[in-house]
């Protein structure tokens, strides 16, 4: 038995396990912010994989999707609290998410015209660490930028949806829980099916396995490298958005996301999209478990220990890798 | 360093043993005059000059390891904060003095570097760097969670070094520590170890095939630039006196990554070099632009992304390149002293 099927099979069973246990909340958690951390971490893999950078900004496209929604889904609640026969009741949260995702998008495409297609022109040696360091710098502006310009204050909404939690089985999910993972689950299956059936997602795929390879073959390398950066980060932004009801928007709003994603992108093997998605429920899972049982707070502790013990025995991740790039340099 | 004359004046031959230029010694002259001189004699000068320096010795320590193995220990102000804490419990509950304290920061710091080079020891570039880091983050929730220990976010008291109000004595001291610092790591690239550890940084396999044993190489320089973070830790905490888990944060290696990169990788003196003016830039932005939060670090991180981007050598390399050739046969022995090697 694979490593691989291994854990799939014991992330599975300790999860049913834990919930026969604990009651069925436990699951709910992991999967909405396994579905939420599997957007981020799939952007990450993604940037990993076909740009070889390794994104240390991506918390910061989560924090820009955070701020989309606040500012749009603000000015549509107050409109529904006085007009509740308004079709926003229901749409808002949707127009929501896809603001969030167009911005996010937009921002990606300005960061790689801006800072990415500068750096790609100039240096091509020791490539991956400078583009880490940039994108520490990146980081750093982008978390001071939202300070100086949005001030440092929580800015948060009760929730998209009101109303009562469904209940499933003697599990209270609350509505804006399973709208977050609804979005999650349509976004992983629809960019899924992008990745693997178009020939856009071939051609991403392609570069992520042999760049000169897929330039001879005639794929628009620089095209290629900007629709995968803006998808990325829109992949960020949505996950924001989508999570704003639990995470308020404020400058560093984004690095716990960008822990998560890390974690996931590391133990997954790097660059692995589709194993990044299944690592991000066993993270996911792990964090849950740890808060459950040990008590909030080791939430950073507990997953890390473990993943840098799985990392001594199989340094190249659960999943393994295909991405030669990233592992040379 | 083969094609050198053999050096006859004995000032010369003293400079080359402490691995200075002139220039190097006059600026280290400025630096110890710099707190007598009226504008800089005020105490909020005096510490601005103190974090200036603490910024630089970490620097030269965090280059040790990022400029010449090329491994980016993205943990490493977790390491120092490792130190810190060891140091100021040691001091709290057992009554030890700082300067064993210190000492003793610095053992346990190195044996937590000897401890993640170990983890590391298969991995390269950035997955060496991630593996550290969350090995950085894991001591930090447990600095944050083990209250008993280290009070936790609540912050842990610690008497300060000195018995006077003034911090005059604690900018001298670091600025002997960041002077040891230097000659050490220095002296350390000059033995056959420095061209080791080179041979590693720029490529592995080519090292092993050569001959040279990585785990011995890349465990010395890990165990040693961890154990300097702990000394300095040690300082840390016995100088501002109080110690939270936010020092051990990953923004503040952030920092000091900043300096050692855009003073140049690999040169060690760059980062101190750049750490003094970029500090002070820093804090005059800040305290002149109050009424703009977060404007200085905004600058800070475009003036990072401006040098990965347009000058990836940074400042060491633009010495290097333009000024350190000059005509004149004076301005020559200044900028290079008399051995010619490029210090």
């Not at chain 1, 808060?291 to 997953?303: N, T």
């Not at chain 2, 390891?65 to 040691?90: E, H, K, P, R």
């Amino acid at each position: 038995m694979t490593l691989a099927r291994f854990s799939v099979i014991a992330t599975i069973v300790i999860a049913i396990v834990s919930t026969l246990d604990r009651g069925g909340y436990l699951l709910v958690n992991t999967v909405v912010m396994g579905g939420m951390t599997a957007l981020v971490a799939m952007g990450l893999a993604l940037t990993l994989g076909v740009l070889n950078i390794p994104m240390f900004a991506h918390g910061e496209f989560f924090m820009i999707g955070t701020l989309v929604g606040y500012y749009v889904f603000t000015p549509i609640s107050t409109y529904v609290s006085t007009h509740p026969e308004s079709f926003l009741i229901s749409w808002g949260p949707l127009i929501t998410i896809a603001a969030a995702m167009l911005i996010g998008a937009l921002a990606g495409v300005v960061t790689e015209l801006l800072i990415f297609r500068q750096l790609r022109k100039r240096s091509r040696e020791n490539w991956v660490m400078n583009a880490f360091l940039l994108t520490v710098g990146l980081s750093v502006v982008l978390i001071n930028a939202h300070q100086l310009f949005f001030s440092a204050d929580f800015k948060g909404i009760v929730g998209y949806y009101s109303g009562a939690p469904f209940n499933i089985m003697d599990v209270y999910i609350s509505r804006d829980r399973g709208f977050a993972f609804v979005v999650a689950a349509v976004v992983v299956a629809c960019f899924w099916y992008f990745m693997t059936y178009t020939r856009t997602g071939r051609a991403i795929r392609a570069v992520s396995q042999d760049e000169t390879g897929a330039l001879m073959v005639g794929i628009g390398l620089n095209g290629i490298l900007l629709l995968t950066m803006s998808l990325s980060c829109a992949l960020a932004a949505v996950a924001g958005a989508g999570l704003l009801f639990m995470y308020p928007s404020y400058p560093s709003v984004g690095l716990e996301p960008l822990y998560m994603a890390w974690f996931v992108v590391i133990l997954a093997g790097l660059g692995n999209v589709l194993g990044a998605v299944m690592c991000s429920f066993m993270v996911a899972l792990l964090k849950v478990l740890t808060i459950e049982y040990i008590g909030s707070g080791w939430d950073f502790v507990v997953p890390s220990i473990l993943i840098i013990l799985i990392l001594i025995f199989k340094p190249s991740g659960i999943f393994g890798s295909e991405v030669r790039g990233v592992l040379d340099k | 360093m083969n094609n050198t004359t053999p050096i006859a004046n004995p000032f010369d031959k003293f400079l080359n043993l402490l691995c200075f230029t002139p220039l190097g010694l006059f600026s280290l002259g400025v630096l110890v005059v710099l707190p007598l001189i009226p504008p800089f004699n005020q105490e909020y000068l005096i510490r601005w000059l103190i974090s200036a320096a603490f910024i630089a010795s970490l620097a030269i320590a965090f280059d040790f390891t990022a400029g010449l193995i090329n491994i980016v220990n993205f943990g490493y102000c977790a390491i120092m904060g490792l130190g810190a804490y060891t140091s100021a419990v040691l001091a709290e509950r057992f009554g030890l003095t700082p300067w064993l304290g210190m000492v003793a920061g610095g053992l346990v710091a190195g044996g937590m570097g000897m401890i993640i080079g170990m983890i590391t020891l298969r991995l390269r570039g950035i997955f060496a760097a991630c593996l550290a880091w969350f090995f950085g983050l894991a001591l930090m929730g447990l600095a944050i969670k083990l209250v008993w220990l280290t009070r936790g976010p609540m912050g842990l008291r610690v008497d300060r070094l000195f018995d006077t109000q003034s911090n005059v004595p604690y900018y001298y001291l670091l600025l002997a520590m960041m002077t040891a610092i230097y000659i050490m790591c220095k002296w350390v690239t000059r033995t056959r170890m420095g061209v080791a550890f080179k041979a590693i940084g720029q490529n592995m396999e080519a090292a092993r095939t050569s001959g040279i044993n990585p785990v011995f190489y890349r465990l010395a320089n890990f165990v040693l630039s961890c154990a300097i973070g702990g000394v300095l830790g040690g300082f840390y905490a016995h100088y501002y006196g109080i110690l939270t888990p936010d020092m051990m944060h990953t923004s503040k290696t952030v920092e000091v990554l900043a300096v050692a990169y855009i003073g140049g990788r690999g040169s060690l003196w760059g980062g101190a070099a750049i750490a003094f003016p970029f500090i002070f830039g820093m804090e005059l932005v800040r305290s002149s632009l109050s009424n703009l939060p977060g404007i200085n670090l905004v600058l800070y991180g475009l003036l990072l992304i401006l040098v990965m981007i347009y000058y990836p050598g940074g400042f060491a390399q633009f010495f290097d390149t333009y000024i350190r050739k000059p005509k004149s046969r004076i301005l020559n022995y200044v900028l290079n002293g008399a051995s010619q090697s490029a210090n």
